[in-house]
């Protein structure tokens, strides 16, 4: 919503009153200010007229204007083609200086003299209204030549853009808001004095209305005689300030006033609704989809009320018989109805749908009033018309109410002026309670709170004081935080591993994912609207976001990627988990003198190290995944306590390739199956540990993990753990491998012996013998 | 004897000392050799002799410790030197990651309020129309419903729009007094440089018996909160409009970038906008079938906080795993 100081000034007097305690106030009242515009025309820019005006000999384009100043004729050169003796136009004068910088010198245009600039408004830092130089008129208000123009408020105003909440329709007029500033500043706004525009003839020859019963709406109609209408020089500088403008010059004045008084108004043709251009029939009622649309007899739609209206229907002309329409329709059937059926809206549909002006005839007749003033226009007498009585809102609030919601006491008589000002009628209140009845532009106010807010946003938040909640200490809720601290540990230990956290969209391609063997949400729980092709679905996993994104690095030049995220997927029947997903690619380490500038690239053996750092002790089993990322040959499911909780490869080299990325791994873990228990302390023994080292000589295509079952399978006492050291294969082992596996033996009770120790070592190889025919070198 | 003080000294190392050593005190040395001397001595001279070459021995000793520990303080030295280093090659940046400043900053506000006895509580992202719309006085048709252009699914679910859901289910579930916040992603069918479809909200809620909470305690907690998050501020409440709040108000700060004087940032107006809040609607409460109770709501853009504590200007670049800027926050 845009106002400017001097429309303002039209509805509520703001004279002693800053900008910047406008502005203030705006805030303070909850009309939030968006944009503050300042018009200062410059000194030396005076009315002038046109005297003469004269081809210049030697240029087809420039015009010789004598002008008259007041003090003195100037002879000015223009190369507007709109110029022409008789106008009054700004002219800037020997001295002046423009907003662009331009200082006005007497110059020679082609061997002729010109002392001065005739302007047109972009040029003084106005608006640009369309080509030319301004045409001034008595719509400004009282000039004489000679005089600066600056001394007039048009030509030094202030505007202001107001970011309006979707309830205050009330305020998209300038008399909305000068209302809401009267009750602010405790200044009376001047209503518009309803004048009787009686003619001879009356409407109820040419005009006739038809409509069905029960319709939730007030109409009202007027019709005139239009002559030689000419939009008025004020008209099309605030039309151009507020960033409006009509199809014709009928239109432009309706979208003037409506935005000067909040009357929706709209201007017909009146042989749209009559053949033999004497009697015209309004024909209402509600169409296909309960919308109350205005035909002719031939059942052409000359208007939806509250939407749009049609453009054959228009008033093309600024001659001619018009019939003129101001309406209200309650918001909430507007817009109830429009999310119901999504039809065609017109920009009115944004003033009806939040609530217009339901005083109609101060609309109408201002609008009359000036149409008048600006034509040679005749208006028929009386008014068609169709008015609904909407029920009265009444709320009735409690003073304690009042005070216990805002937390302090606020005085009763500053309540009752608030809402005087505010237009509200308290005049049924008791001692103890406010009885308000709601005026109907505010259909906003429903209830008590809304009533409450009306009083803290005219007292002012400031001026209500802080004050700490008083805890009573009740039983807490069963909450989620310790599932949020959780993510937070991992989240620091991840990132303290040197992995970089990033947060992608919950959403994917659906076509890609497919394409590597995801499975994505079912078709008919897919998305309906999303935003682009390539976030057309629900993520099913998190590897293909850190895929995009380390390829991204990799292009940015970084030789090593690490990158973590922790996120939200989705199950093809959209069921929600939490997952962990940890890549990293290319080079272990940054150059350095460290490893001589040529670090080592990641492997396998030290991305599950970096893993475990994270996770705590994982067991890996050799498996193949469901999707087609990884490398068939590494990878592994990660197991932690006995439950699988996730996926750990390498990515398949094609995909690497696909990526731009060189040596990739990553791992994909459930996250709610990641341990966050407290640890318990086993019993430590405070005898010496033992080490011994087995090189079993065993088939190179024998899994590791069958060594260990077998070995923690039979529980041998005191072997406390074991693990793998060395691997190593040569010729002459042929299809066997060579695999050194250190022991650790420990008791509880005592330092083991010798010949305890080689018993164990003993039991161990006779396991492994029998159950999987392997054995020392 | 003389010549052997100044062997003692003028040994140039370890090694030359060693064989002065072996020369004076080994078992065929000077030393030995000249107490060898002794037998032939006359006897009335015995006990001056024995005495004199005893000072002798005594002496030299000395000397050559004192030489000893010299040189070998010299070789430990030289033997540091050769191990010398330029330390200014070895200035190392961290080899860690580092966490997402939107996480951090989540971190930091959950912190906050758990700390004031906020439970913290997270909900499903796909959410139906009734716990993202209707339940908070927002029906079909209202037009606040277009400042929230939402992701619809085939059979009507959504993707949440706010974190209020959460709010509602959880009065749903629990009986009053209810003090929460819920945090986490959010969506709306929006992309642009201040847009992202996704971002991430923290909103809190408190319920009591009815008069118990004011718009008084709603300015307390939050005022309380922007200092903690920002230091030194000026906060300002303006009146607003929320469907699911009334009394609303917008909470600004004053600009963090230019302290109040007016920048490019707060559109020199002084002041950034950082919260929105209010007093629980009565149709809210009747939603989810309360009564006689009082309460305030607030909520905040993460995202937005993150932006402006670490002066980050584009919200896309939060979400492109981007390392040239997380390792900014390492």
């Known amino acids: ?777 | 004897m003389k010549e052997w003080y100044n062997k003692i000294n003028k040994a140039i190392n370890i090694d030359a000392l060693e064989e002065v050593r072996i020369a004076l005190f080994g078992k065929r040395g000077l030393l030995a050799t000249e107490f060898a001397k002794m037998k032939d001595v006359p006897n009335e001279q015995k006990a001056q002799f024995a005495k004199d070459l005893n000072a002798h021995k005594q002496n030299l000793m000395n000397e050559f410790t004192a030489k000893k520990i010299a040189l070998e303080t010299e070789a430990l030295k030289e033997a540091m030197k050769a191990e010398a280093i330029d330390v200014s090659m070895f200035s190392t940046s961290s080899s860690a990651g580092a966490l997402h400043p939107v996480m951090e900053t989540m971190d930091r506000i959950v912190e906050y309020f758990s700390s004031m006895n906020f439970a913290v509580k997270t909900g499903k992202m796909v959410e139906d129309d009734f716990h993202n719309f209707e339940a908070l006085n927002l029906p079909k048709y209202h037009p606040a419903r277009d400042m929230q252009d939402t992701f619809y699914f085939k059979d009507e679910m959504l993707l949440r729009t706010h974190t209020s859901p959460v709010q509602i289910r959880t009065m749903l579930e629990m009986k009053p007094p209810i003090r929460m916040i819920a945090p986490g992603a959010v969506f709306r069918r929006d992309y642009d440089l201040t847009h992202t479809p996704m971002f991430h909200q923290i909103e809190g809620l408190l319920v009591d018996e009815v008069g118990k909470v004011s718009f008084a305690n709603l300015k307390f907690i939050l005022e309380d909160f922007l200092k903690y998050m920002f230091s030194d501020v000026a906060v300002r409440f303006r009146p607003s409009f929320f469907p699911f709040t009334e009394p609303s108000a917008e909470v600004d700060i004053s600009c963090v970038f230019c302290k109040g004087e007016g920048c490019r940032v707060c559109s020199h107006t002084g002041w950034l906008e950082v919260l929105g809040c209010g007093i629980v609607d009565p149709n809210v409460f009747e939603a989810v079938n309360y009564k006689d109770v009082s309460g305030y709501a607030f909520g905040l853009g993460v995202e937005r906080f993150a932006m402006l504590i670490h002066q980050i200007g584009d919200l896309r670049s939060l979400f492109e795993g981007d390392i040239k800027l997380l390792e900014q926050f390492q």
């Open chain 1, 1 to 777: 919503m845009i106002v400017t100081r001097s429309w303002l000034q039209e509805w509520i007097d703001l004279e002693g009153i800053s900008m910047e305690d406008i502005a203030k106030t705006f805030n303070a009242i909850g009309l939030e200010v968006d944009r503050i515009c300042e018009y200062r025309v410059p000194k030396k820019i005076v009315f002038g007229k046109i005297l003469e005006c004269e081809k210049h000999p030697d240029a087809d384009k420039l015009n010789v204007c004598k002008v008259d100043i007041g003090s003195a004729i100037r002879q000015i050169v223009c190369g507007a083609s709109n110029v022409r003796a008789g106008l009054i136009v700004a002219v800037a004068t020997i001295g002046a200086k423009m907003p662009n910088g331009m200082a006005i010198k007497p110059v020679k245009l082609r061997g002729v003299d010109s002392e001065g600039m005739i302007c047109s408004s972009s040029e003084l830092g106005l608006p640009d209204i369309g080509s030319g130089i301004m045409e001034l008129d008595s719509s400004i208000g009282a000039f004489k030549l000679g005089q600066q123009i600056n001394q007039n408020p048009l030509f030094n105003d202030d505007l202001i853009e107001i970011e309006l909440t979707a309830n205050r329709g009330d305020c998209l007029s300038i008399r909305g808001v000068a209302r809401d500033l009267s009750a602010a500043f405790y200044r009376p706004i001047k209503e518009y004095r309803v004048t009787d525009n009686d003619e001879k003839r009356g409407i109820g020859r040419m005009l006739s209305l038809v409509h069905e019963k029960g319709l939730d709406v007030n109409l009202r109609y007027k019709a005139l005689d239009l002559k030689e209408l000419r939009l008025p020089f004020i008209v099309k500088l605030r039309l151009a300030q507020i960033e409006e403008i009509g199809s014709y010059d009928v239109e432009s004045m309706m979208l003037y006033v409506t935005h000067s008084t909040g009357v929706v108004l709209k201007a017909y043709r009146h042989n749209f609704f009559t053949h033999d251009e004497k009697m015209g029939k309004v024909i209402l009622g509600k169409d296909e989809h309960g919308f109350i649309s205005i035909k002719n007899e031939q059942k052409e739609i000359a208007s939806i009320v509250g939407v749009i209206q049609k453009e054959e229907s228009k008033m093309e002309e600024g001659s001619g018989t018009v019939v003129l329409e101001a309406s209200y329709i309650p918001p909430d059937i507007v817009s109830k109805k429009m999310a119901e059926s999504k039809i065609k809206s017109g920009p009115i549909f944004y003033k009806t749908s939040r609530g217009s002006e339901p005083k109609l005839e101060a609309g109408l007749s201002y609008c009359i009033d000036l149409i008048k003033k600006y034509s040679n226009s005749t208006t028929f007498s009386g008014t068609v018309e169709l008015s609904k009585t909407f029920k009265e809102k009444i709320v009735t609030v409690i003073k304690q109410e009042i005070d216990e919601i805002i937390g302090a006491e606020i005085d009763k008589s500053v309540i009752a002026k608030i809402f005087k000002n505010l237009g509200f009628d308290t005049s049924k209140s008791s001692i103890d309670n406010f009885v308000i009845t709601v005026p109907q532009f505010r259909h906003d106010i429903v209830n008590k709170q809304d009533i409450i807010e009306e009083i803290v946003r005219m007292v002012g938040i400031d001026n209500i004081p802080s004050k700490p909640f008083l805890l009573q200490e009740a039983n807490r809720l069963k909450d989620d935080y310790s599932a949020y601290k959780k993510r937070s540990v991992y989240r620091q230990k991840a990132a303290q591993s040197g992995f970089f956290e990033s947060v992608h969209f919950v959403f994917d391609e659906k076509k890609v994912l497919e394409s590597y063997g995801f499975k994505t949400t079912k078709n008919e729980l897919e998305l309906l609207n999303p935003i682009v092709q390539t976030l057309d679905t629900l993520r099913p996993t998190l590897l293909t976001g850190l895929l995009k994104a380390a390829s991204q690095n990799v292009k940015n030049g970084y030789a090593s990627v690490k990158l973590f995220e922790i996120g939200s997927v989705f199950s093809p029947t959209r069921e929600e988990m939490l997952k962990a997903v940890f890549l990293f690619s290319g080079e272990r380490e940054s150059e350095s003198l460290n490893n001589t500038g040529k670090p080592a690239k990641i492997d396998f053996a030290y991305f599950v190290q970096k893993i475990a750092d994270i996770t705590g002790d994982i067991v890996l089993r050799e498996d193949t995944t469901e999707h087609k990322l990884s490398h068939i040959y590494q990878c592994a499911v990660v197991v932690q306590n006995g439950e699988v909780i996730g996926e750990l490869f390498r990515v398949h080299p094609e995909v690497e390739k696909a990526y731009d990325l060189d040596v990739t791994f990553m791992c994909e873990l459930d996250f709610d199956k990641l341990s966050y228990e407290s640890k318990t302390v086993q019993k430590r023994s405070k005898y010496q540990a033992s080490f011994r080292d087995l090189s079993l000589i065993m088939p190179k295509d024998m899994s590791y993990e069958k060594v260990k079952e077998t070995i923690e399978a039979s529980q041998i006492p005191n072997l406390v753990r074991f693990y793998p050291v060395d691997k190593y294969t040569d010729e002459t082992l042929g299809e066997n491998m060579s695999l050194s596996v250190r022991f650790v033996l420990q008791s509880t009770a005592k330092t083991l012996e010798e010949e305890e120790i080689t018993d164990v070592m003993e039991t161990i190889l006779g396991e492994l013998g029998s159950k999987l025919g392997i054995g020392l070198r």
